[in-house]
């Protein structure tokens, strides 16, 4: 089983902030590695697949980096429906595994 | 646009067996090459993938998960299920159908509905 530590497990920002999440694996995955949003009471949305393909329709302002085993979720210019829960996900091996969660609240 | 929808008892007593459906719009559960997968989130936690199973009835379990998972497809109610057996409160959660690629990415999701276990 490959584990995840993704951080922070809270992040305070403003709106227009730029923020980063972190998303690390106990061993390289290649660039396996899914981001999702989710909001209160909402299923999770796929935002980017691939470490860094963006999903169709999804913003211009989500991008994401890394491979191997340190990966990285960047909001270029936080907006107010962009605070949520993000996770990643990784599904280079079995099970497909998810990380436990990053807070976006408002500062 | 695919939508999926799951359906089933939102309370079920220590020991029983768990059944959801997941029913699929938009398009037929059996055209591409895709898995139809259930996840599972208990409140205020993360995601655990629970297992999938592709048109042609093939299943992937969740190891933690697999003496007790059974996911099922009917296509011509373009209908996917799920059973988990022998349930305990520790199975209380929101539990979510979702269509995967064969890279087990999740690009649409039901709702969610939300199964409780107690007696």
């Known amino acids: 089983v490959i584990w995840m530590t993704q951080s922070p497990s809270l992040l305070s920002a403003s709106t227009g902030d730029r923020v980063t999440i972190s998303c690390r694996m106990s061993?390289?995955?290649?660039?396996?590695l899914a981001w999702y949003q989710q909001k209160p009471g909402k299923a999770p949305e796929l935002l980017i697949y691939a470490a860094s393909t963006l999903q169709s329709g999804v913003p211009s302002r989500f991008s994401g980096s890394g491979s191997g085993t340190d990966f990285t979720l960047t909001i270029s210019c936080l907006q107010s429906e962009d605070f949520a829960t993000y996770y990643c996900q990784q599904y280079y091996s079995f099970p497909p595994t998810f990380g436990g969660g990053t807070k976006v609240e408002i500062k | 646009q695919v939508q999926l929808q799951e359906s089933g008892p939102g309370l079920v007593k220590p020991s029983q067996t768990l059944s959801l459906t997941c029913t699929v719009s938009g398009g037929s559960i059996s055209s591409g090459s895709y898995y139809w997968s259930w996840i599972r989130q208990p409140a205020g936690k993360g995601l655990e993938w629970i297992g999938r199973i592709y048109t042609s009835g093939s299943t992937n379990y969740n190891p933690s998960l697999k003496s007790r998972v059974t996911i099922s497809v009917d296509t011509s109610k373009n209908q996917f299920s799920l059973k988990l057996s022998s349930v305990t409160a520790a199975d209380t959660a929101v539990y979510y159908c979702?269509?995967?690629?064969?890279?087990?990415?999740?690009?649409?999701w039901g709702q969610g509905t939300l199964v409780t276990v107690s007696s």
């Open positions: 979702a269509r995967a690629g064969a890279a087990t990415v999740l690009d649409y």
């Open positions: 061993q390289g995955i290649s660039s396996y």
